[in-house]
């Protein structure tokens, strides 16, 4: 439920039932036994004091029944000297509160190694995805599967020796899973030639997992995906702290060829089926730039307003289904008249 969405008389209901449903996922939690069930059920309790209490209430709340350290501070417990820990309870944490609150991010321009983890097991929950692990995140499988399991998620594990940065896999596992339909050029200098052609085979990877297709991947000190559409977009990955290069990096993002608005819609209903994608593109495009224009100057604003759109196409391809006899475009322009507003954010 959206906070901006409840009414006045609404809360007090959410509040009754949240603390309900905190109660009884702490006796479930103080009856389990399983590791990786409890570490769920920890998140899930920690979603709901975001929501109704301050996190020093649920730290009180919960006492001796878990180690709370990582609900202070999930960034000192996560260290990332010990990859294994990489995707850790804080992924968890991010995943249900974010889940809850509806205040999922689509992008940051200077995330964290933990931070861009965190959005993309948001990103794949909210788009239906996989929940991605690479080979050195795989220190907490147990507690990745029982999440899977409860999200109702396919769990996906990339190929790959340790050379490879998770950023570097990161960055692309993102840009596939959030848009939905995009490929991405992510910028692997400073990875070996083998660590390179390691990341294109696992790229191809995430693209099948997901339902994809990859039609070409070119190393040459960039990797290249291109989307059947023939759109591309990429984002570079710079060093920004030399000393720990793994930990902190900037991503910027932006397409090529130049972006074409009438292109990203056609790519966007396609992905979902559209038979009549390009012809349905050509009549609404005006409508998509004068509402919340696509082409963006900021690389955050590109990627939160093409993730927007192809969100836009998930829902039209939902309506369809429940529309038997309507022509697409009459779907896709009752998806625009509810949904499609520069205030509500499909990422």
């Given amino acids: 439920v959206r906070e901006r969405q409840m009414t006045a008389a609404s809360r007090p209901r959410l ?11 702490t006796q479930m939690l103080q009856a389990s036994a399983d590791s990786a069930q409890r570490l769920c059920l920890v998140a899930w309790i920690a979603a709901v004091h975001r929501m109704c209490e301050s996190w020093e209430q649920c730290i009180k709340h919960l006492g001796s029944s878990v180690d709370s350290q990582w609900l202070r501070e999930p960034r000192a417990y996560t260290s990332a000297s010990a990859s294994a820990l990489s995707i850790d309870m804080s992924v968890l944490k991010a995943e249900f509160a974010w889940e809850f609150s509806g205040r999922v991010s689509p992008f940051v321009l200077s995330p964290s190694h933990h931070e861009l983890w965190e959005r993309i097991a948001v990103c794949n929950v909210t788009h239906r995805g996989a929940l991605v692990v690479s080979p050195s995140h795989t220190g907490k499988r147990s507690a990745i599967h029982a999440l899977s399991q409860l999200c109702g998620r396919r769990v996906v594990t990339l190929p790959g020796g340790p050379e490879i940065m998770p950023s570097a896999v990161a960055a692309f596992v993102y840009s596939v899973s959030a848009s939905a339909a995009w490929g991405v050029v992510e910028n692997v200098q400073h990875l070996s030639s ?87 593109a050509t009549r609404v495009r005006a409508v998509v730039d004068s509402t919340r224009p696509l082409l963006r100057s900021t690389p955050a604003e590109r990627i939160s307003n093409v993730a927007a759109l192809n969100g836009l196409a998930m829902a039209a391809g939902e309506m369809r289904a429940r529309m038997p006899g309507a022509t697409e475009e009459h779907v896709f322009a009752t998806a625009i008249d509810a949904f499609w507003t520069p205030r509500f954010d499909f990422a």
Avoid: N, Y
């Fill in 194 to 280: 083998a660590a390179q052609a390691e990341l294109a085979r696992c790229s191809g990877a995430v693209m099948g997992a997901l339902g994809k297709r990859l039609t070409c991947v070119a190393i040459d000190g960039v990797q290249l995906a291109v989307h059947p559409s023939g759109c591309m977009i990429f984002a570079t990955c710079e060093r920004v702290d030399e000393a720990s290069p793994d930990v902190h990096r900037t991503f910027r993002c932006c397409h090529l060829p130049p972006p074409d608005t009438q292109l990203m819609i056609q790519a966007a209903l396609a992905s979902q089926g559209f038979q009549e994608a390009a012809t349905i």
């Fill in 15 to 25: 509040q009754k039932a949240l603390h309900q449903l905190q109660s009884l996922l």
